[in-house]
Every structure is written in structure tokens, then in C-alpha cells.
């Protein structure tokens, strides 16, 4: 702990990481806690509201802090990728998390999870997409840091995370869709959807 404080107070943008990832659970909770079990349900929707927030946070300091002179480093090209992921998987997180605290406190219905080899292979590509989103998202941040930046280093390294970015959705294609339940079959008919897609009871 120690030793991650310095850390944290040389890099300032790995503490707007830590700081966004805090504030996104933070936000979530209490959003969902207003929502159902105290019954504040446009309460909880409005606090909801304000996790993508935290993402413009991020870019705003990034791009400030490159602006100022600061060397690129690891940490800048974390925030594009935790931006783009953010972004991409930041809803279905949250209907993940509702459709649990719906069917706990508002008697919503029970989360099913993907049954059958087809409808598993369909939640792979869908994750996949969100991939491509986040890789998407990720590198037009870089490109926006790339003129922002007046570390004259920085055009290299934002284009080596750039490719890294498109690697990861390769490696992802592979390891999740192509390979994960038999590469895509669609023999049998489409079990119900992800948990993560199914609407609360209330929201229907």
C-alpha cells in the first residue's frame, strides 16, 4: 500500500482509474439500492444516469494531462482501453446488476442464463461485438490524445495501443466465437437471452 501511493501520485491518471472504477460500483450500488429496496425508482434511474459521467471524467483528465506536457506512459494508454471497455460493457453490467436486484426486492423475474449450445454461441458474439466497440471507442481516444499531446513521443505509442486494441478483438474472435462452443453451430433452437439483455420487471 505503501508503495502504491507514490505510484499513484506520480501517475495521476492511474489514480483517475482507480478513482472511475471506485465510483462506477459506488454509483451502481446506490443507484440500485434507491431503485428497489427503497423504492426511489427515478431516484435510483438518475443516479444511474451518471456512470457514463465518470467515462468523460476520464478523457477530460487524460487529454488535460497530456496537454500539459506530461511524457506518454503506460497509464494514458490504460485509460483508452478502460474507456472503451467502460463504454462497451458498462450497460450490460448494469442490466446484469438490475435484473438481480429486480428479482430480489421487486419480485422481477429469476435470471436465466443461456441454455443450448446455439443460444451460447449467440452471447459469445454478442460479447465479441462489444469488443469491437470497446477497441473502436479506444482507438478514437487515441487519435483525439494524438492532438492533444505535445510529447513529441506520443503519435508512436498511441498507434502501437491502437494496434494492440485490434489484436485483443483477433484474440477475442478466436478464443470466444470461433472456438469457445463449437464454432458457431446454430443446430438448436434459441434458448432464452442472456441475463444481462432481459429487462427488469418494471421496465417492461
Known amino acids: 500500500m ?5 505510484f499513484l501520485r506520480d501517475h495521476p491518471i492511474a489514480a483517475v482509474i482507480v478513482l472511475c472504477e471506485i465510483g462506477l460500483w459506488v454509483l451502481l450500488g446506490a443507484g440500485l439500492l434507491l431503485r428497489y429496496p427503497a423504492g426511489r425508482k427515478r431516484l ?10 465518470l467515462d468523460v471524467v476520464l478523457v477530460v483528465a487524460t487529454a488535460i494531462d497530456l496537454w500539459n506536457g506530461s511524457p506518454f506512459d503506460l497509464t494514458h494508454g490504460l485509460a483508452g482501453i478502460y474507456l472503451g471497455f467502460s463504454v462497451a460493457f458498462g450497460p450490460a453490467i ?8 429486480a428479482h430480489r ?3 422481477g423475474p429469476a435470471p436465466v442464463a443461456p441454455a443450448g449450445r446455439a443460444a451460447r454461441q449467440a452471447a459469445l458474439w454478442k460479447e465479441w461485438r462489444r469488443v469491437v466497440v470497446a477497441a473502436a471507442i479506444a482507438s478514437g481516444a487515441y487519435l483525439v490524445l ?11 505509442s498511441l498507434w502501437w495501443w491502437i494496434g494492440r ?9 478466436l478464443f470466444g466465437p470461433v472456438w ?3 464454432g458457431g453451430s446454430t ?8 441475463v444481462a439483455e432481459r429487462p427488469a420487471a418494471d421496465d417492461r
Open 146 to 156: 494524438m492532438v492533444v499531446a505535445t510529447d513529441a513521443d506520443a503519435a508512436e
Open 165 to 173: 486494441a485490434w489484436v485483443v478483438v483477433g484474440l477475442w474472435l
Open 180 to 182: 469457445g462452443v463449437g
Open 94 to 101: 448494469v442490466r446484469w446488476a438490475d435484473v438481480r436486484f
Open 2 to 6: 505503501m508503495t502504491l501511493v507514490p
Open 44 to 53: 435510483g434511474g438518475f443516479v444511474l444516469l451518471l456512470i457514463p459521467l
Open 105 to 107: 426486492f421487486a419480485g
Open 187 to 194: 443446430g438448436e433452437a434459441q434458448a432464452p437471452a442472456p
